[in-house]
């Protein structure tokens, strides 16, 4: 059975990256949730995704150069009417809403234009703390970044990102010692990508699927997850039987 994780929350209906976001997810019986996490000047993880906090809130700058309190002033609406004063969300604030589910929670490491040095292990303390270890799945387009979490976390808990279309990604993954890949959707064109994927051991979780018809064909091939801004909606073309 395909899983359908809510992409920075169900972020077709509330503000990405945001606790209403989270909540919808949990409320639209999502499977999981995808949330991207980087680090303010002072040191304290946060969900956001862009490196600016410029598209998503109502004030400017880069969130490497911002305090969590400057963060915490602005509001992160993001234009959705019927929503104000939203907070960004730290990484740990993200985890106790998730604690009680039983959603995965996918933590992309947002850190391939700033580079947040050191994050992979505060990222595993706070989840660790959290008891969630094996809730949790570690991605980032960064694979350096990951190299770093190979010795912290178990190889299922890590899935490498990668948005080209690579050839035989599987042998990489397994190369690498990840137990995923997390590829974008348009790239799975090699003929029986998600077969040879699992014969090779590796699960498959794709992005951004939002058209009911990419989400079926895409669950029909067996992928293991199907990542989307539509998690009420994609999960019903799902799991609509015969479709
Ligand atoms: O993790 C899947 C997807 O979120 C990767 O792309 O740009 O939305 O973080 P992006
Ligand atoms: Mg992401």
């Given at each position: 059975m395909t899983a359908i994780w809510a992409h920075r929350g169900a972020c077709a209906y509330a503000p990405e990256n945001t606790i209403p976001a989270f909540q919808l997810a949990i409320d639209m019986a999502a499977d999981g949730v995808e949330l991207d996490v980087q680090r303010t000047a002072d040191g304290h993880l946060v969900i956001i995704h862009d490196e600016t906090i410029n598209r998503t809130s109502n004030g400017v700058g880069k969130v490497v150069d911002l305090t969590l309190e400057e963060l915490r002033r602005?509001?992160?609406?993001?234009?959705?009417?019927?929503?104000?004063?939203?907070k960004i969300p730290t990484l740990n604030e993200a985890l106790e809403l998730f604690r009680p589910t039983n959603l995965t929670v996918n933590i992309?490491?947002?850190?391939?234009?700033?580079?947040?040095?050191?994050?992979e292990l505060e990222v595993v303390k706070a989840v660790s703390a959290m008891g969630m270890d094996d809730q949790v799945l570690y991605s980032s387009f960064n694979h350096f970044s990951l190299a770093e979490l190979r010795g912290l976390v178990?190889?299922?808990n890590l899935a490498l990102l990668l948005t080209d279309g690579l050839l035989d990604p599987w042998s990489y993954a397994n190369w690498f010692g990840a137990g995923a890949i997390n590829p974008?959707?348009?790239?799975?064109?090699?003929?029986g990508f998600v077969w040879l994927a699992h014969e090779a051991g590796i699960k498959v979780n794709t992005w951004i699927v939002n058209k009911d018809e990419d989400a079926q064909r895409l669950a029909e091939s067996g992928v293991d997850a199907i990542i989307t801004n539509f998690p009420d909606r994609v999960g019903d073309a799902v799991r609509r039987p015969g479709f």
């Open positions: 602005c509001d992160f609406t993001n234009g959705f009417v019927g929503r104000r004063n939203l992309e490491l947002k850190n391939s234009v700033e580079l947040y040095p050191g994050m178990a190889p299922e974008d959707y348009r790239t799975l064109q090699q003929p």
